[in-house]
């Protein structure tokens, strides 16, 4: 079965320090990728995708990702975070011609401090 | 700046009452999906609809739950009866198949079954 795993659940750091947050995916196919960010009681919005191409994605607020297709990774980083990226990070997969369907991770929570 | 809505925003019952639930896709979209969040399981997908017509609802409970698409601008999520289990939050998302597979998540109702 197609799954998706986020290694950190929960993440603790002080601003400006970096960030990387791993994502793994299992499916062999072509595979459209995402990570989605929920902040504290609101909905989850796209913080980027990656369809083919450049294998490095840059997103909204500072954050890329980097498709390595021969791991089965998307992990997502940000040089310098900021005590606003607080929030529950979604990595999530799409098989290409599945109808848009999404599978996400478990999510990690990410709590910066001041 | 289009969106997806949800109402109720929030509904508390009792177990046994029926619940609905209510989302607006984004006008011109044609792909909805009903997820459901919770701290143990994560987000999991219940069902979702391309063109009106349900595509999968194997994530949902058949015998409690059910989603319809009365029309292109309308989809139902209904518990019938609730149980304390249900308690969650249910996002509502959408998007257009064939194009870049982003999707658009509501602000989500979060159902409290007492």
């Known amino acids: 079965a197609q799954s998706v795993s986020q290694h950190n659940h929960h993440v603790i750091l002080s601003e400006a320090a970096s960030l990387e947050l791993g994502c793994n995916y299992s499916y062999g196919g072509t595979v459209n990728l995402f990570w989605y960010v929920q902040y504290p009681g609101q909905h989850l919005q796209l913080l980027l995708k990656?369809?083919?191409?450049?294998?490095l994605v840059k997103g909204i607020k500072g954050f890329e990702a980097e498709f390595i297709k021969s791991k089965f990774s998307f992990n997502l980083r940000k040089p310098s975070v900021q005590w606003s990226d607080t929030a529950e990070y979604f990595c999530?997969?799409?098989?290409?011609?599945?109808?848009?369907?999404?599978?996400f991770g478990a999510g990690t929570r990410l709590a910066v401090h001041p | 700046d289009a969106r997806v809505t949800q109402t109720p925003r929030h509904k508390v019952t009792e177990m046994g009452q029926e619940v609905t639930m209510r989302c607006q896709p984004i006008?011109?979209?044609?792909?909805v999906f009903w997820y459901r969040q919770t701290m143990m399981q994560g987000l999991e997908l219940l069902a979702y609809f391309r063109n009106r017509a349900p595509l999968d609802d194997s994530g949902m409970p058949k015998d409690r739950f059910s989603a319809e698409m009365p029309d292109a601008t309308l989809a139902t999520l209904k518990i019938q009866p609730s149980e304390p289990r249900d308690s969650a939050v249910y996002f509502c998302?959408?998007?257009?198949?064939?194009?870049?597979?982003?999707?658009?998540f509501g602000p989500g109702t979060r159902l409290t079954v007492t």
């Open positions: 990656y369809f083919s191409g450049d294998p």
């Open positions: 006008l011109g979209h044609n792909t």
């Open positions: 998302a959408s998007g257009i198949s064939g194009g870049t597979y982003e999707q658009y």
């Open positions: 999530a997969v799409s098989p290409s011609g599945g109808y848009n369907k999404l599978i």
